[in-house]
């Protein structure tokens, strides 16, 4: 009988610790939304800089975060500089697809693009996914 009573307050102490991870899973069943406001956008950008490009990358990579992470319905950018040399992942969570759209449109945008193409050592890898907006809410309040 004492064991089942470690065992049980083990199992709480476990649950108690996965609440406060952090996790884009959501705690209970949910009901499928619909609507413009249902899902964000996340947009991944796998990029491998040639070396002797990358103070330009640098340069023009900071311009594009401050712009990006200042347009009104961009929730979140970050750049992360992979282990091996020269290859970065940018990420961009976006309130919309539609609003990811028209940022691809924009004059910063289509520069950061020209600077990708004439500075990579290979082409980039652009992954897009929908995650309901409620994972988002649920995990930055």
Same mark, same amino acid.
């Not at 649950?15 to 249902?38: F, I, M, N, V, Y």
């Not at 992360?80 to 990811?100: G, H, I, P, R, V």
């Not at 910063?108 to 897009?128: E, M, N, V, W, Y």
């Given at each position: 009988?004492?064991?089942?009573?470690?065992?049980?307050?083990?199992?709480?102490?476990?649950?108690?610790?996965?609440?406060?991870?952090?996790?884009? %899973?959501?705690?209970?069943? &949910? &009901?499928?939304?619909? *609507?413009?406001?249902?899902?964000?956008?996340?947009?991944?950008?796998?990029?491998?800089? +040639? &070396?002797? +490009?990358?103070?330009? #990358?640098?340069?023009?990579?900071?311009?594009?975060?401050? /712009? !990006? *992470?200042?347009?009104?319905?961009?929730?979140?950018?970050?750049?992360?500089?992979?282990?091996?040399?020269?290859? #970065? !992942?940018?990420?961009? /969570? @976006?309130?919309? %697809?539609?609003? @990811?759209r028209r940022h691809q449109q924009s !004059?910063?945008?289509?520069? $950061?693009?020209?600077?990708?193409?004439?500075?990579?050592? +290979?082409?980039?890898?652009? !992954?897009?996914? $929908? /995650?309901?907006?409620? @994972? @988002?809410?649920?995990?930055?309040?």
């Open positions: 009988m004492q064991w089942r009573l470690q065992v049980s307050r083990l199992q709480e102490l476990i649950d108690q610790l996965e609440c406060k991870a952090p996790r884009l %899973e959501p705690l209970h069943e &949910e &009901e499928p939304t619909q *609507g413009p406001d249902s899902h964000i956008l996340v947009a991944q950008r796998q990029v491998q800089v +040639a &070396e002797e +490009a990358l103070q330009d #990358f640098h340069r023009a990579l900071s311009c594009y975060v401050d /712009f !990006t *992470g200042a347009q009104s319905h961009c929730l979140h950018v970050s750049a992360q500089k992979m282990l091996e040399n020269a290859s #970065f !992942t940018l990420y961009e /969570f @976006w309130q919309d %697809e539609a609003s @990811w !004059t910063c945008s289509k520069a $950061f693009q020209r600077i990708l193409i004439d500075h990579l050592r +290979a082409p980039d890898t652009l !992954t897009t996914v $929908f /995650f309901p907006a409620s @994972w @988002w809410i649920m995990n930055n309040n």
